[in-house]
């Protein structure tokens, strides 16, 4: 069963039943089997049928620079210009993949982790009572729980006149010894506003959801990769900047020591229908360091989770810490050898050449797409790029004018 046949089978599914499956690397799978593998049965499972051509499509276009703290544009001191950087030909030259920012990709809610704020607030109003040695319980309601906060702040206040002394229980780790002064200082700084005690530390802790939904998308940095350089898609999208642009064939090695910790940081794309709630997992992890568990928790079901929408692209995708994402310059990372260009139909003549002397000097074969006349894929075409009729007759008049 092909990909196509395989979403609109699952999309035409009574909800119950779409609602437990899931496709996984072109097979439909049921979505609790997948969920209870963990990490290493999952890496284990899908690196046997990993397909062992990978491919990446690039729009061959420059990109504006922007700092990664303030998110201004980075203007350059001699020409006064925003810089940019063209990290399709930097991935073509350097045999790189650029790590991206999950926040900047198309798809707004890719790796996305639904957290409910309203079960968010009364964890940490719950954390925040017992850190104060209250007795309170779950079975206690939001309001209660921030009453129950307000007065014993209010007490602390009235007896010490500040707020050093509102949590009593000595702090488990330097992670929450830190998150109670991070508190009291958003504490103060939101009382000089208005005064309002009660909406003061409603405020803190939607500033600290905020935070931390930011947080947990930027624990990582991704690239992604296809199964098929063929995919009209792909080619038509902003990938592939409309047939302008190139795809890349990467080889994969999966025995090769020197790129094992590429090899076994790749995972495939879980399509399904439904968004997984891990408000209460995660938020008990927020005053943790981060392990593999719970990296693995953001990885699973925040940046291998997509819409059944999306199951045609068949991505994989690589998944790096930020420290290691980090450790390259301009987050870039080196990847499995570039076995093969195909150079998009639309691609301008001087792009064209420009990509063509590149495989000349890296002995990297290529080959042009073009449309196949009978199902809605691309293909190579038959004839060679520089003896196109199209490639020719757009550079032979240019050599032409510049001779006069």
């Not at 900047?241 to 090899?263: A, M, R, S």
Request: aromatic letters at 12%; proline letters at 5%; charged letters at 25%.
């Amino acid at each position: 069963m092909d990909i196509s046949t395989l979403i609109q089978t699952l999309q035409a599914a009574a909800p119950q039943v779409a609602e437990s499956c899931c496709i996984v690397n072109g097979s439909l799978m049921n979505l609790d089997e997948v969920q209870n593998m963990g990490y290493k049965e999952f890496s284990l499972q899908s690196k046997l049928s990993m397909p062992l051509k990978l491919y990446k499509y690039f729009p061959n276009q420059p990109t504006e620079l922007t700092d990664e703290k303030s998110g201004e544009p980075i203007i350059d001191e001699k020409t006064g210009k925003v810089k940019t950087e063209n990290y399709s030909l930097q991935a073509l030259k350097n045999n790189t993949v650029f790590m991206q920012s999950p926040s900047l990709f198309d798809d707004v809610y890719d790796s996305d982790i639904s957290l409910n704020y309203d079960e968010y607030e009364k964890i940490h109003l719950l954390e925040y009572c017992k850190r104060c040695k209250l007795n309170v319980c779950e079975s206690m309601s939001t309001q209660e729980l921030g009453d129950a906060l307000l007065r014993t702040i209010g007490e602390s206040y009235n007896t010490q006149g500040n707020f050093d002394s509102v949590f009593k229980r000595k702090p488990v780790s330097k992670i929450e010894e830190l998150s109670n002064q991070y508190f009291i200082l958003k504490f103060e700084n939101e009382l000089l506003k208005d005064g309002n005690w009660s909406t003061a530390i409603a405020r803190v802790i939607i500033s600290q959801f905020k935070e931390y939904s930011q947080h947990l998308q930027n624990t990582f940095r991704a690239t992604c990769f296809a199964t098929t350089p063929y995919s009209q898609l792909m080619w038509g999208g902003s990938y592939a900047n409309c047939h302008k642009g190139f795809c890349l064939e990467y080889t994969v090695l999966p025995n090769d020591p020197q790129y094992q910790n590429i090899f076994y940081n790749l995972f495939p794309m879980i399509y399904c229908k439904v968004r997984p709630n891990m408000t209460e997992r995660l938020t008990r992890f927020e005053y943790q360091e981060l392990t593999t568990e719970i990296l693995w928790d953001i990885y699973f079901n925040g940046a291998l989770r997509k819409s059944v929408d999306w199951a045609f692209q068949n991505e994989w995708r690589l998944l790096l810490p930020l420290e290691k994402s980090r450790a390259k310059k301009d987050y870039c990372v080196p990847f499995f050898p570039i076995t093969k260009v195909f150079l998009g139909n639309r691609m301008s003549q001087a792009a064209r050449k420009e990509i063509i002397e590149i495989c000349h000097d890296k002995n990297i074969p290529y080959v042009g797409v073009t449309r196949n006349p009978n199902v809605f894929e691309m293909q190579d075409c038959s004839i060679k790029c520089e003896d196109c009729p199209n490639y020719k007759n757009d550079v032979e008049p240019r050599r032409e004018i510049s001779a006069l």
